[in-house]
């Protein structure tokens, strides 16, 4: 049978098209040397080009619109992506550029509320989600939880709402930080706190799921250390409190022990420690000590007495104990003797106070060691920002390495991704606000370590910084940008130092389809990190083919989208790297969904 082949040659003339009838295969020497073959079964030729897979994320837009705070065209979000993205990114009680605080969590508030009586299962699985180990948003879930167990109450819904308690309390502290919250808005008698009515109430008015969530998580939370770290009097509520308030059931002998003795702390009576307590009774031990006991364990170098460093660690002492120990400062002996048993975070934040004191090489080892270690990295769940802040803090070296490993652990979601890829960062001035108090964290060195940190995982990429040239209101609106090129190897850390150094954090307004505009060149696909209050023309999605995919990471959580969403046009948020993780699924054809399904 004679079979209608197309042929297309690719050789001196690629647009050669040759249409024949082959009843056998080209001879290898009826074929052009220079040429290559391309053979199409005419029965297949007659067909439409292969389309991408099309997938949606879980992200979606309405399809009324509003505008950003730049004034740009917008659109309104669902009520659930509203919620995720805020809530991703509200660090509670800060402002924001655009937002102060009391309307920025007053919006959280009225989500989570609105939200709890409308769709309860959904946002008790987000609360879930938002303090565990991928978003580790502790404030943010302990509000949300209060504020969704208040809500429910109200509309007279009953059943999950202990659980919701129960699940976003995760440390120690957290019981005693919920009974705060709840008594501050809505727990004392009369809707008055007691500075307002100038007494004191007996007690809090705490509804039973509240007290049962609470008390549940007491159980599971509270030890012998624990105590001894969070039972502090710079506490309004203490762990005696939160026993005396919700009747915690101690799950064994020593926990009936431990409850006893902090009802007594909490009442001043608490100098008998029951012998079953044994850390407690080591603790009492060490503080009895002398200061020139504990100095002369520092420097102690023989075998006769049990080393600083395991006094400590068994008598359950953190490193901000030492200080009152020895009523003096910090000394290279001291560091030396605490850094054994300092936690992950503790090691992060002191790194500079080691260098000061002259910390040995040998103990840095030990530091380091921890530092960069993969398993220690995920359960420290250090937002990957925090390496950045250690590593502009800390002058030595030495630590450069094992932060850069840290850095790169905490980033292992991050995939590698083929074909080329338009990456541009918002360094407009609204990203340059804080993501806490401290100020030591801004938007935008989220915005360039994502960035970067994704250009370094793909083919090809090409990063560029973007704000506008637009300085005052009614200027004309175009795209400044400086596109950033990083040499092949160079150290992710470097690359940011060099991208603050070297003036990629440009100020001004945010043009962001205008930046899309100048920089799109057929890329695979673009990614923006932004805040998404864009100003001039608005929609970046408009500016590039309808196939081709835009993923927006909102970094700030505010109201309007720049973008609709829809087929290619996704948007993530948060301050981890979990989301970047969906771009290879999306692009594969499935659908994205929430980041607590899995």
């Not at 002998?253 to 009802?263: G, I, N, P, V």
């Not at 075998?303 to 910090?330: K, Y």
């Not at 090129?485 to 001004?508: H, N, V």
């Not at 001039?536 to 109201?559: D, E, F, M, S, V």
Request: proline fraction near 6%.
């Amino acid at each position: 049978m004679k079979l209608a082949v197309l042929l297309r040659a690719s050789g001196s003339n690629p647009h050669v098209t040759h249409l024949a009838l082959l009843t056998a295969p080209l001879e290898a020497s009826q074929r052009n040397p220079g040429t290559r073959w391309e053979a199409f079964l005419m029965a297949r030729f007659n067909t439409p080009a292969k389309a991408r897979p099309v997938a949606v994320g879980p992200i979606r837009t309405k399809s009324k619109k509003t505008t950003t705070h730049e004034g740009a065209d917008g659109f309104l979000r669902d009520a659930r992506s509203e919620l995720l993205l805020l809530a991703v990114s509200n660090f509670v009680g800060t402002d924001s550029f655009y937002e102060s605080a009391a309307v920025r969590d007053g919006r959280y508030q009225k989500l989570v509320r609105k939200m709890a009586v409308k769709d309860g299962d959904w946002t008790a699985q987000l609360l879930a989600w938002l303090r565990g180990p991928e978003a580790n948003m502790r404030t943010a879930s302990l509000v949300g939880a209060a504020e969704y167990v208040k809500a429910r109450l109200d509309a007279g819904i009953t059943g999950n709402n202990r659980h919701v308690i129960s699940s976003v309390l995760q440390r120690a502290d957290e019981p005693g930080e919920m009974l705060a919250y709840w008594a501050s808005k809505y727990g004392w008698p009369g809707g008055r706190t007691p500075h307002e009515s100038g007494k004191m109430p007996t007690a809090p008015v705490l509804p039973q799921p509240v007290k049962r969530g609470v008390a549940d998580a007491a159980v599971r939370l509270f030890s012998e250390r624990s105590l001894l770290k969070y039972d502090t009097a710079s506490h309004g509520f203490r762990f005696g409190d939160v026993i005396d308030l919700t009747h915690p059931e101690p799950k064994a002998d020593w926990q009936s022990d431990l409850f006893r003795h902090a009802l007594d702390r909490r009442h001043n009576r608490g100098e008998n420690i029951p012998d079953a307590l044994n850390m407690l009774v080591k603790n009492r031990n060490v503080r009895n000590w002398t200061p020139e006991e504990i100095v002369k364990r520092a420097n102690y170098t023989g075998d006769e007495l049990t080393p600083l460093s395991e006094v400590l660690a068994q008598s359950g002492m953190t490193w901000e104990d030492v200080p009152s120990l020895v009523n003096g400062p910090w000394t290279k002996e001291l560091w030396e003797a605490i850094i054994p048993s300092m936690g992950y975070m503790a090691l992060l934040r002191n790194l500079r106070n080691f260098d000061q004191a002259g910390v040995s090489d040998k103990v840095a080892a030990q530091v380091i060691a921890k530092l960069a270690d993969p398993e220690q990295v995920a359960r420290s769940r250090q937002l990957p920002m925090r390496f950045l802040s250690a590593y502009k803090a800390a002058p030595s070296l030495r630590w450069a390495y094992p932060l850069e490993q840290a850095l790169d652990h905490s980033l292992s979601n991050i995939p590698k991704l083929a074909g080329r890829t338009l990456i541009l960062v918002d360094t407009s001035s609204s990203m340059d606000a804080g993501f806490s108090k401290d100020g030591t964290l801004m938007r935008w060195d989220a915005a360039a370590l994502f960035g970067i940190a994704l250009a370094s995982r793909c083919a090809d990429a090409d990063v560029v910084s973007f704000s506008s040239t637009a300085i005052y209101w009614g200027d004309p609106v175009g795209a400044r940008t400086k596109v950033f090129d990083r040499p092949r190897g160079e150290s992710l850390l470097k690359s940011l130092d060099r991208w603050k150094s070297g003036g990629w954090f440009l100020g001004g307004g945010t043009a962001t389809r205008e930046a899309v505009q100048k920089h799109f060149a057929n890329h695979d696909r673009v990614v923006i990190l932004t805040d998404e209050q864009a100003g001039g023309t608005g929609n970046p999605g408009a500016a590039i083919p309808k196939q081709t995919p835009l993923y927006t990471w909102n970094l700030a959580g505010y109201r309007a989208s720049h973008a609709e969403s829809g087929p290619f046009r996704h948007t993530f948020g948060g301050l981890n790297d979990s989301g970047f993780r969906l771009i290879p699924l999306l692009e594969s054809g499935r659908n994205g969904t929430w980041p607590w399904i899995s």
